[in-house]
């Protein structure tokens, strides 16, 4: 279908928003993590539209979004102990609880699993979307699929353009990288590292593992089939650079960014530690200096790396605690697991 795509502020848009995902169609919407492509989540029909229109493969489940913590319990059983204390503590919130689904979610929406993803959003207008659409809203992150995850409204603009009726702007996103995907089947395992972070969590429940894929490359069967999929890629090459012998790692990703520039290429660094002085003379992106200020604008640098007409990105390498784990997991992603 080819629609005329229209972006209203979410304020004035969201009742046509519900309107529109109760009638079936699918709506781009603001959460406090990354824009999501929703749909009525008990409508198969209109899930089915989400795969197509984002080019997803059918066995990658998708998060389904609530309004109230207590429908919780209408979607999945057997909910533990430790998982209930877990959605206490962070619902509404950057969390994504994997529970044992009830059979109220259809499974082509959970990718044929015997497990359904509920994530209550910490946005108010997410919340009153979801609230007066009257339903669950099964909602993926709003990009084409392979893409960076879009922070802001021209971002889904640029992937969805034609393919959706309406697009929700609430400005940038706050936490700007995806939920925290946790398995509560069993004792906890992070499946995607996200918004809240294996410390925050373990502060409540002791300790939490992280399951293999995290930072590796996952093939076969994988407790999250999100993980075996090519993601967040920008048309340039994307490369980490990490520090593997005595050279310090300024001094090294300068030396690999003049042999880039020198074979003819356009590389452009991605900083991300306390002094990017380091780089002077060169291009560079300063993401931040904490790993939450890095994960909230790499997504959005790395689209900007293809407007700016990059074809390298360097990325410097960074701590993996905290916030730094679901940094570093969608950075290594995104460059194909390429440390240099
Ligand atoms: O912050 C977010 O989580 C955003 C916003 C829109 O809520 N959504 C999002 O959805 O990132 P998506 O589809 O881009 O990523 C969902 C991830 C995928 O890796 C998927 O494989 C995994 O969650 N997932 C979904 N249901 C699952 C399940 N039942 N078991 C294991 N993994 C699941
Ligand atoms: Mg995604």
Do not use: W
């Not at 959970?110 to 979801?130: F, K, S």
């Not at 509560?184 to 939490?208: F, K």
Request: glycine share 10%; charged share 25%; hydrophobic share 40%.
């Amino acid at each position: 279908m080819n629609y005329d795509t229209r972006i209203i502020n979410v304020e004035k848009g969201v009742c046509e928003g519900a309107r529109l995902i109760a009638r079936g169609e699918i709506v781009a919407f603001p959460t406090e993590t990354v824009y999501g492509l929703g749909a009525d989540a008990t409508n198969e029909t209109a899930v089915a539209r989400i795969f197509s229109v984002k080019g997803r493969p059918g066995d990658n489940p998708l998060i389904v979004h609530i309004c109230d913590i207590n429908q919780v319990e209408i979607l999945a059983r057997d909910i533990s102990p430790v998982a209930k204390k877990l959605i206490d503590a962070f619902f509404p919130g950057a969390f994504t609880a994997v529970l044992k689904a009830s059979d109220v979610i259809p499974k082509s929406v959970r990718g044929g699993l015997d497990t359904v993803a509920i994530r209550m959003p910490a946005h108010n207008y997410a919340l009153e979307l979801i609230k007066k659409s009257g339903t669950y809203i099964a909602a993926p992150s709003a990009n084409a699929s392979g893409r960076p995850s879009p922070t802001n409204a021209r971002d889904v603009f640029a992937d969805l353009q034609g393919k959706i009726p309406l697009i929700l702007d609430g400005g940038d996103c706050a936490v700007g990288v995806e939920s925290t995907v946790c398995d509560l089947t069993s004792s906890p395992v992070i499946l995607r590292p996200g918004g809240v972070t294996r410390e925050m969590m373990e502060r409540v429940c002791g300790e939490v593992s992280v399951a293999k894929g995290v930072l590796k490359h996952a093939e076969g069967r994988v407790r999250s089939p999100g993980m075996k999929y090519r993601h967040y890629s920008p048309k340039a090459k994307v490369y980490v650079v990490a520090v593997s012998d005595q050279t310090p790692l300024a001094k090294k990703l300068n030396l690999v960014y003049d042999e880039f520039t020198r074979s003819g290429n356009r590389p452009v660094i991605f900083a991300t530690g306390v002094d990017a002085s380091a780089f002077e003379g060169r291009n560079l992106y300063a993401l931040g200096q904490t790993p939450e200020q890095v994960a909230g604008r790499m997504f959005s640098a790395l689209r900007r790396a293809d407007d700016d007409g990059y074809d390298i990105v360097l990325f410097e390498d960074t701590s993996l605690s905290g916030m730094g784990l679901a940094v570093m997991n969608r950075i290594l992603r995104s460059a194909g697991f390429s440390v240099l």
